[in-house]
């Protein structure tokens, strides 16, 4: 018998529409079995790579027109949606050493170029601060998440670049939200870690024993 393909349109749908229809489409597979979802844009693509690698199955992208792409994610066992709840209430990050990640799951969520209220000219130094004293604790983060302002930061010519990049280096997930890089328009900018939707932001921040909001 031949394994079964579902097929799913997801073109239009906003981050993480797609991301989460796939996952769910996954979870209703019996055994071996593949999902392709059509979508509109690279960062959905790059959405579903990266949870579909996560559930250890291959992915393979293809692009149909000038905005249209299908990403084919297999199985070859089955995945029951238990196993992806499971997943999300832990925070065990793929490809974080244990060492980051434990004893505590601690995730820092960033939504401003600006740390606090008042004057903005002090806020970004007080926030260039904040990212390089991450660099020097004993504990590091298990994530960074950049959202909204935040996104910025992981931009080509922010002055916390480096900084984020040694966090990177070192073994911390850093994740920049797709949405807002589209928003702002400086998704091409990005320079350190990698594009996220709001369905891992939320599996992150879900799951961290603790979460830093500068």
């Keep these: 018998m031949a394994d079964t393909v579902l097929t799913i349109d997801a073109r239009g749908e906003a981050c993480p529409i797609p991301v989460v229809r796939t996952l769910k489409a996954l979870g209703a597979l019996a055994g071996p079995g593949s999902v392709e979802t059509l979508v509109d844009n690279e960062i959905a693509v790059a959405n579903l790579t990266r949870m579909g690698e996560g559930k250890g199955c291959a992915v393979a992208s293809e692009r149909l027109g000038e905005k249209e792409w299908r990403v084919t994610v297999t199985t070859s066992v089955a995945l029951g949606v238990s196993d992806a709840e499971a997943e999300s ?36 130094k007080l926030m260039g601060s904040f990212v ?20 910025h930061l992981s931009c080509e010519g922010s002055p916390a670049l480096e900084d984020l990049r ?31 939707n709001m369905y891992v932001i939320a599996q992150r921040l879900t799951g961290a024993s603790l979460v830093v909001r500068p």
């Design 89 to 124: 209430a832990t925070c065990e990050v793929p490809g974080v050493p244990a060492a980051v990640s434990a004893p505590r799951c601690v995730v820092v969520a960033i939504t401003s170029e600006c740390m606090g209220t008042g004057d903005d000219v002090l806020g970004k």
């Design 132 to 151: 390089y004293s991450l660099t020097q604790l004993d504990e590091l983060p298990a994530s960074v998440l950049l959202y909204n302002g935040g996104a």
């Design 166 to 196: 040694g966090l990177a280096a070192a073994g911390v997930e850093v994740l920049t939200c797709g949405t807002c890089l589209d928003h702002y328009g400086i998704a091409d900018t990005l320079a350190v870690g990698e594009v996220t």
